[in-house]
């Protein structure tokens, strides 16, 4: 167990629905990164917040947003969803201070779009 | 943005010869370089890290190299092991964000 809690681990959904996917991040991290995975693709990077305010932005579409809460949890929203929206969505939190910059990831949120 | 180019897209070997992993970047800012392995269906993991003051760091059978005047670092795993097998990612960045490699698909044979 890393620590970041994703939920739900699977996700099926039909065409021009929304879906809200979840992450808890490590205990003591304040930085929650979304990643989006899609079969065979490589990691590409979507959002990035630290401390409830939005950080950094990647390749997000705006069909998708995303927030991250007081408690430090975050939620990756996609909204008139398409097929080409199925994919493993990871994400990681770090501590995002001092001389650690490492990420850890959660076990992902497979979404499948039918 | 960062871009991070990572090279062979697969790789296989034979058990107990070297692997190396090649990747470039664009953005001289960045600053941090993590490796990443992810098993199938499984998430990333972190293997190894290198900041941009070091040229060179090293864990059991893995390293990396970092040439910050070419923007390129590599990763490097001696003695393989069938259970080294996996997609290994790079990433370059900073603080706020990293970009990944597009992956390296390493299969070692028994």
């Known amino acids: 167990d890393s620590g970041v809690t994703q939920t739900p681990k699977h996700l099926i959904t039909a065409t021009g629905q929304r879906v809200t996917l979840r992450c808890s991040p490590r205990s003591g991290d304040l930085s929650v990164y979304w990643y989006q995975q899609s079969l065979d693709q490589g990691l590409q990077f979507l959002i990035q917040y630290y401390n409830g305010e939005e950080r950094a932005k990647g390749n997000i579409l705006e069909r998708f947003s995303a927030q991250q809460f007081p408690d430090l949890h975050s939620e990756l929203n996609l909204s008139s969803l398409e097929l080409g929206d199925s994919a493993l969505y990871f994400c990681?939190?770090?501590?995002?201070?001092?001389?650690?910059?490492?990420?850890?990831f959660g076990s992902g949120t497979r979404l499948t779009v039918v | 943005g960062e871009n991070v180019e990572q090279h062979p897209s697969t790789l296989s070997v034979q058990e107990g010869d070297s692997a190396v992993i090649k990747c470039t970047y664009s953005d001289s800012a960045s600053n941090y370089f993590p490796w990443y392995k992810q098993e199938l269906g499984k998430r990333p993991q972190l293997i190894i890290d290198i900041r941009s003051n070091v040229g060179e760091k090293k864990d059991q059978r893995i390293a990396v190299t970092l040439n910050k005047t070419a923007k390129h670092f590599s990763l490097h795993i001696t003695e393989t092991q069938p259970e080294d097998s996996a997609v290994y990612f790079c990433a370059a960045g900073d603080f706020n964000k990293f970009y990944f490699g597009s992956g390296t698909k390493l299969n070692v044979k028994p």
């Open positions: 990681a939190s770090s501590v995002a201070k001092g001389s650690n910059y490492g990420y850890t």
